[in-house]
């Protein structure tokens, strides 16, 4: 990577040029380089110039704070920016937190934020307990937790009751034991009650949707206790934060922004030699490999261990290496070392062609945009290659020792992940049933014998709390075959269950290959006799199979049963979604107004009927996916 | 303290508190002088000194005490602070992180 002042002057060429794209990659070049509070105001002030023509992800962050955050705000923004988001960040007044929450009218309400950040300390919200506790007699000490407990639930309250956005709590740190090595000869004391409070908090979570615990405590403790602090800067303006602290704490925020702003990636496409393993099969032969139990063997092995977290996580496995295929393949299967082994890996490109083509074809093959990929490479050269060519790629970047790479995957941000649904764990098995599916289809005669052949049962069901999670997560994350691209949270799918005048459906797709899980998401809003389609997309694991015909089918009788006579919705092109462009067109839906690109599309309820396709049986079901109450086909 | 004082190229020290000024304070290098302080440069606001100072720590890998903090009131009187703190730790001019 070129020097700091060279890249400053590629991206200020760039900027004259107009190359936006690439000045994008530069900045992020610099900023993995001079990632620090005084490059932040630069790398802000060149995005001013670039934003508008940079496909970012807006989102819009409010802080409230019981310390000063104003020094990280930049850096935040920086960080965000060179990883495709845009973050309008509004900071609450000093140690105001309470009142803004509880007034509807407050600067936290009007700013109408996406995401609110909760940081307050155990020194401000229970100072009893981390400068006095000595004091306390039991029974005061629970009060305290007692009261902040109360606190902190009557704060998420109130907050729902206003605004739909998500919430990360910075949960309360521990202060150095005041009561010495007396604190753990006992069964309550100073850090038991910070124990105490920060399991309520993870329960208050656990109570409302879209409420999210940021382990602030473990962030200071992995840092250091007595490293993370500037106490003079404390004392002086109320910031907590030593200068080394920085750039830790605003890496543990982006965390959490990048799942709920959806810039995440589904596959992490890895190489073999010297990353999943030690040494060049080609030349040391698979004896010659390092990989094992003992040193150095260890070291990768730790390194296929964070993967394996990444692939129980729901992230697709790819293999993007130069080798010769028959031999890696071995050598992935029958090394004794190995943690991994090809059933773990959704892709395969193990040959000699660029990996920036490599790349692009395994999100062909897996039927996912480019962006979805994260690269981890341990040579350089391929990393600027990719980065390059490819700049939708995230690159990871890797340090110069093996002994890094396992907290380099665990620190990425683009792998974290706010639940976990059961499609997630059972995601590579999908694929791989998917992979046979395509064989069939290459083998079946007609696309109708092919059709007939997968045996498919789709389940449409009213979404009900079990399902809610994975509903939002595909509003959330469906790009492709998705006709408004309508972001939505738990809470807000929660409210539009809860009201009368709305359908929203889950759809669950079976063949003869396995359960795909939740696939597809309805939402409808009826009024004055029109149905209007608010939702409509469908997984790419399952396009181009007619679900999509019998989710319209459906709709078409939902509808009339809701009392409409016409169903109407609107195609909101995006980069991504031409997929879905001619869903309504080809099920004989009249176009009746546009604006801003979007067209508005309208049936008749009286006239027309969608064919119902004779492969699919369906099951209409009030709640549980596994309930066999069927309409007839 | 004068504000026509020349920037020798030799000083590394100020060359660089310079750099961090111009990046946090949002100005162009040239408005920027020996003497620049929050009287002359008007985005140097309480909030903004507080990101200089985080920025020079980062920078420097020094780290201010209150008392310090509140002495680095131009350009001038930060190089000089910081050109006794780097002799005092025996270390280079502290090529950051």
Redesign the interface.
Same mark, same amino acid.
């Given at each position: 990577m070129a020097h700091s002042k060279e890249l400053r002057e590629q991206v200020e060429s760039c900027l004259a040029e107009g190359r936006w794209a690439q000045a994008h990659v530069r900045l992020g070049d610099f900023w993995r380089k001079e990632g620090?509070?005084?490059?932040?105001?630069?790398v802000l002030?060149c995005y001013e110039k670039m934003k508008a023509h940079l496909p970012l992800v807006p989102t819009r962050i409010a802080f409230l704070r019981s310390m000063?955050v104003?020094?990280l705000v930049?850096i935040l923004r920086s960080a965000a920016l060179v990883q495709g988001i845009d973050a309008t960040v509004h900071v609450g007044q000093f140690n105001s937190y309470a009142q803004e929450i509880l007034d509807p009218a407050s600067a936290l309400y009007s700013f109408d934020p996406n995401i609110v950040v909760l940081a307050v300390q155990t020194r401000d919200i229970a100072p009893e307990i981390w400068d006095g506790y000595a004091d306390l007699s039991e029974a005061d000490a629970q009060a305290a937790v007692d009261r902040v407990l109360r606190d902190f639930a009557g704060w998420v309250r109130a907050f729902r009751e206003r605004s739909n956005a998500s919430v990360v709590i910075h949960n309360l740190e521990k202060p150095i034991a005041s009561q010495g090595i007396l604190e753990t000869q006992r069964k309550t004391g100073q850090l038991a009650a910070i124990d105490q409070m920060n399991a309520g908090l993870r329960a208050l979570c656990g109570e409302h949707r879209g409420v999210h615990v940021l382990d602030y405590d473990a962030l200071v403790a992995q840092h250091g206790r007595t490293r993370w602090h500037?106490e =003079?800067?404390w004392?002086?303006?109320r910031?907590p934060f030593?200068?080394?602290s920085?750039l830790p704490m605003v890496g543990a925020w982006l965390k959490f922004i990048h799942p709920l702003t959806g810039v995440v990636c589904k596959v992490l496409a890895v190489d073999l030699d010297n990353t999943l393993w030690g040494g060049v099969l080609g030349e040391d032969g698979v004896d010659g490999l390092k990989l094992g139990v003992e040193y150095p063997g260890a070291l990768y092995r730790g390194f296929q261990r964070a993967i394996l977290d990444l692939y129980q996580r729901g992230v697709l496995l790819a293999v993007c290496s130069k080798n010769n295929h028959d031999e890696a393949m071995a050598a992935l299967q029958n090394h004794p070392g190995m943690l991994l082994r090809p059933e773990h890996f959704a892709a395969f490109r193990i040959n000699w062609q660029d990996k920036a083509r490599n790349l692009r074809e395994i999100a062909a093959e897996l039927n996912l945009g480019i962006d979805s990929i994260a690269f981890f490479d341990d040579n350089p050269v391929e990393r600027e290659l990719v980065r390059t060519e490819v700049p939708e790629v995230k690159v990871i970047e890797v340090p110069g020792h093996v002994q890094g790479y396992a907290q380099a995957l665990r620190d990425c941000p683009f792998f974290e992940r706010l639940t976990l649904s059961a499609e997630d764990r059972d995601k590579t098995q999908q694929y791989h049933e998917q992979r046979k599916r395509s064989e069939l289809e290459q083998t079946a005669g007609s696309l109708e014998d092919f059709f007939r052949s997968l045996e498919q049962e789709v389940v449409i069901a009213n979404v009900t709390p079990d399902s809610i999670a994975r509903v939002a997560q595909l509003t959330q994350k469906t790009n492709q075959y998705n006709v408004t691209t309508r972001r939505y949270t738990e809470q807000q799918i929660a409210e539009f269950v809860a009201r009368p005048d709305c359908g929203v459906y889950s759809v669950g797709v079976k063949d003869r290959f396995g359960d795909n899980g939740i696939v597809g998401v309805l939402i409808t809003r009826t009024e004055d006799e029109v149905c209007e389609i608010d939702t409509f997309l469908l997984s790419c694991r399952v396009i181009g199979r007619t679900i999509e015909t019998a989710m319209l089918g459906f709709l078409t009788d939902a509808s009339k049963a809701r009392g409409a006579s016409l169903l109407q919705g609107w195609f909101i092109p995006t980069k991504k979604n031409t997929p879905v462009k001619d869903l309504y067109l080809s099920h004989k839906f009249q176009p009746i107004s546009s604006e801003n690109g979007a067209t508005l599309w309208s049936l008749n309820l009286g006239e027309a009927n969608i064919p119902f396709p004779e492969w699919i049986r369906l099951h209409v079901t009030n709640g549980s996916h596994r309930s066999n109450e069927s309409r007839a086909q | 303290m004068s504000q026509t004082v020349p920037i020798g190229p030799t000083n590394l020290v100020l060359n660089k508190v310079l750099?961090?000024a111009t990046?946090?304070f949002?100005v162009p290098q040239s408005t920027l002088v020996a003497g620049s302080s929050p009287d002359t440069v008007e985005t140097w606001d309480s909030?903004h000194h507080?990101?200089f100072v985080?920025?020079?720590?980062?920078?420097f890998n020094v780290?201010?005490?209150?008392e310090e903090?509140e002495q680095l009131l131009s350009i001038e009187l930060t190089t000089a602070l910081l050109e006794e703190k780097l002799k005092g730790n025996g270390s280079s001019n502290g090529s =950051?992180?």
């Open positions: 620090r509070a005084a490059a932040a105001n630069y002030s000063t104003e020094p930049p500037d =003079g800067k004392l002086m303006v910031m030593a200068p080394d920085m | 750099a961090v990046d946090v949002q909030l507080l990101s985080v920025a020079l720590e980062q920078e780290q201010f005490s209150p903090i =950051g992180i």
